[in-house]
Protein backbone atom coordinates (compact mmCIF):
# COMPACT_ATOMS: atom_id res chain seq x y z
CA UNK A 1 0.00 0.00 0.00
CA UNK A 2 1.12 3.47 -0.92
CA UNK A 3 -0.25 6.65 0.83
CA UNK A 4 -0.21 9.86 -0.77
CA UNK A 5 -1.05 13.07 1.36
CA UNK A 6 -1.82 16.81 0.19
CA UNK A 7 -1.53 19.52 2.19
CA UNK A 8 -1.98 23.33 1.75
CA UNK A 9 -4.43 24.85 -0.77
CA UNK A 10 -7.45 27.50 -0.15
CA UNK A 11 -8.49 30.92 -1.20
CA UNK A 12 -6.34 33.66 -2.15
CA UNK A 13 -6.84 37.01 -4.29
CA UNK A 14 -5.32 37.39 -7.10
CA UNK A 15 -1.34 37.90 -7.08
CA UNK A 16 -1.12 35.95 -4.22
CA UNK A 17 0.78 32.52 -3.04
CA UNK A 18 -0.24 29.76 -1.93
CA UNK A 19 2.10 26.39 -1.31
CA UNK A 20 1.68 23.02 -1.42
CA UNK A 21 2.82 20.16 0.03
CA UNK A 22 2.98 16.40 -0.60
CA UNK A 23 3.86 13.21 1.12
CA UNK A 24 4.86 9.91 -0.26
CA UNK A 25 4.87 7.25 2.40
CA UNK A 26 3.96 3.25 2.66
CA UNK A 27 5.60 0.19 0.29
CA UNK A 28 8.14 1.99 -1.75
CA UNK A 29 11.28 0.50 -3.12
CA UNK A 30 11.93 4.19 -5.32
CA UNK A 31 10.17 7.03 -6.57
CA UNK A 32 10.49 7.52 -10.41
CA UNK A 33 8.98 11.10 -10.63
CA UNK A 34 6.23 13.21 -8.75
CA UNK A 35 4.47 16.31 -9.34
CA UNK A 36 1.29 18.11 -9.31
CA UNK A 37 -1.79 17.95 -11.87
CA UNK A 38 -4.57 20.06 -11.35
CA UNK A 39 -8.01 19.64 -12.58
CA UNK A 40 -10.39 22.65 -13.13
CA UNK A 41 -14.29 22.59 -13.46
CA UNK A 42 -15.59 21.54 -16.80
CA UNK A 43 -11.79 20.78 -17.62
CA UNK A 44 -9.32 17.57 -18.10
CA UNK A 45 -6.77 17.02 -15.54
CA UNK A 46 -3.42 18.11 -16.77
CA UNK A 47 0.03 18.09 -15.86
CA UNK A 48 1.65 21.06 -13.76
CA UNK A 49 4.64 20.20 -12.42
CA UNK A 50 6.82 17.00 -12.97
CA UNK A 51 9.93 16.18 -10.81
CA UNK A 52 12.56 13.60 -11.80
CA UNK A 53 16.31 13.23 -10.63
CA UNK A 54 17.17 12.44 -14.27
CA UNK A 55 15.83 15.41 -15.98
CA UNK A 56 15.10 19.11 -15.38
CA UNK A 57 11.65 19.62 -13.63
CA UNK A 58 8.87 19.58 -16.43
CA UNK A 59 6.52 23.26 -16.09
CA UNK A 60 2.88 23.44 -17.93
CA UNK A 61 3.53 26.58 -20.06
CA UNK A 62 0.58 28.34 -18.27
CA UNK A 63 2.59 28.33 -14.83
CA UNK A 64 6.23 28.76 -15.76
CA UNK A 65 7.72 31.50 -13.73
CA UNK A 66 5.49 31.61 -11.18
CA UNK A 67 5.06 27.92 -9.85
CA UNK A 68 7.95 25.95 -8.70
CA UNK A 69 8.37 22.30 -7.86
CA UNK A 70 10.72 21.32 -4.96
CA UNK A 71 11.67 17.60 -3.93
CA UNK A 72 13.04 16.15 -1.09
CA UNK A 73 14.15 12.62 -1.86
CA UNK A 74 15.18 11.46 1.80
CA UNK A 75 11.55 12.43 3.20
CA UNK A 76 9.64 11.76 -0.27
CA UNK A 77 7.77 14.99 -0.24
CA UNK A 78 7.35 17.19 -2.79
CA UNK A 79 6.26 20.88 -2.38
CA UNK A 80 4.54 23.55 -4.96
CA UNK A 81 5.15 26.96 -4.45
CA UNK A 82 2.20 28.61 -6.59
CA UNK A 83 3.21 32.30 -6.85
CA UNK A 84 1.57 35.81 -8.92
CA UNK A 85 -1.90 32.99 -8.70
CA UNK A 86 -4.49 34.34 -10.88
CA UNK A 87 -8.33 33.64 -11.24
CA UNK A 88 -7.11 30.59 -14.13
CA UNK A 89 -5.36 28.90 -11.53
CA UNK A 90 -8.49 27.84 -9.55
CA UNK A 91 -8.35 24.20 -9.19
CA UNK A 92 -8.20 20.72 -7.58
CA UNK A 93 -4.69 20.11 -7.08
CA UNK A 94 -3.60 16.42 -6.95
CA UNK A 95 -0.28 15.38 -6.45
CA UNK A 96 0.99 11.91 -7.66
CA UNK A 97 4.07 10.01 -7.63
CA UNK A 98 5.16 7.21 -9.66
CA UNK A 99 6.81 4.68 -8.13
CA UNK A 100 7.97 0.85 -7.72
CA UNK A 101 7.62 -1.51 -5.14
CA UNK A 102 9.87 -3.98 -3.31
CA UNK A 103 8.59 -6.71 -5.85
CA UNK A 104 10.02 -4.42 -8.84
CA UNK A 105 6.50 -3.18 -9.23
CA UNK A 106 5.33 0.11 -10.74
CA UNK A 107 2.23 1.83 -10.21
CA UNK A 108 0.98 5.72 -10.26
CA UNK A 109 -0.62 6.85 -7.08
CA UNK A 110 -2.40 9.73 -6.41
CA UNK A 111 -3.27 12.12 -3.94
CA UNK A 112 -7.28 12.83 -2.72
CA UNK A 113 -6.61 16.07 -4.24
CA UNK A 114 -6.99 19.47 -2.96
CA UNK A 115 -8.90 22.80 -3.71
CA UNK A 116 -7.30 26.09 -4.68
CA UNK A 117 -9.33 28.93 -5.25
CA UNK A 118 -8.10 32.09 -6.46
CA UNK A 119 -10.65 35.42 -5.91
CA UNK A 120 -10.55 38.18 -8.84
Known amino acids: QVQVVESGGGLVQSGGSLRLSCVVS????????MGWYRQAPGKQREPIAV???????EYNDSVKGRFIASRDYVKNTVDLQMNSLKPEDTAVYYC??????????????WGQGTQVTVSS
Open 51 to 57: VASTRPT
Open 26 to 33: GDISRILT
Open 96 to 109: YSLIENHLSQRDIC
